[in-house]
């Protein structure tokens, strides 16, 4: 697990987007943790099974095991713990003990399923973007729902017309054909997680 800033006060811990994603979004992510450093707030990015450095084959990954291994990293972490979630990363922190869930452009399992379908199509092939996922873990994601329950506050990005709390400047950065960053996202991203923060606490 990387951390990130102080180790005392408030701490979030994010969760990537799921699979190809994750690997197009993480740099960004980390920047917005070591923005959030630069404002006093500790950050914490755990690797999942079956992801990052993790050594357990993607083919043998499950959403259950992820939620049990994010909500563990969660209660490793002093002081209150708020979840920030990208895409479908929103259905990882659903046992996890926190004090707030801040999300961008979040995803129902089912439509991340029918992403990964689509994805699937396009290969041609068997696989997801080159990952091998097992029929537990798209049946566990099919069925799967964020979590609606405490603190919650929600951004999309500007244009999206659903329902959100913040609208932000930025490109979908998930969407790229290659891993990428935009620092104004990023930025609009910590600044407006340290505030919600801090209304929160207050």
């Known amino acids: 697990m990387l951390r990130f ?5 408030p701490t979030v811990i994010a969760a990537l987007p799921l699979f190809e994603e994750a690997n197009r979004t993480r740099a960004a992510v980390v920047d917005v943790l070591r923005r959030l450093a630069a404002r006093g707030i500790g950050g914490a990015l755990p690797d999942l099974p079956g992801t990052g ?23 490793s972490l002093a002081g209150p713990v708020f979840a920030m979630t990208w895409r479908g990363g929103v259905l990882i922190d659903g046992e996890a003990a926190l004090a707030g869930r801040w999300r961008l452009a979040p995803l129902t399992g089912a439509a991340q399923y029918r992403e990964l379908e689509r994805i699937r199509q396009l290969g041609g092939g068997t696989d997801y973007a080159g990952n091998r996922l097992s ?8 069925a799967a729902e964020p979590l609606e329950a405490g603190a ?6 500007d244009g999206d017309p659903r329902d959100a709390a913040i609208r932000l400047p930025g490109r979908p950065l998930w969407r790229a054909s290659e891993p990428g960053v935009d620092p104004a996202l990023q930025e609009a991203v910590a600044e407006d997680l340290a505030s919600w923060i801090a209304t929160c606490a207050g």
């Open 5 to 9: 800033g102080p180790d005392h006060g």
């Open 53 to 75: 450095e993790s050594l357990v084959p993607t083919a043998q990954a499950s959403l259950s095991d992820w939620r049990a291994a994010f909500a563990a990293a969660v209660g």
């Open 135 to 142: 029929p537990a873990l798209l049946n566990e994601l099919d």
């Open 152 to 157: 919650l506050r929600v951004a999309r990005l």
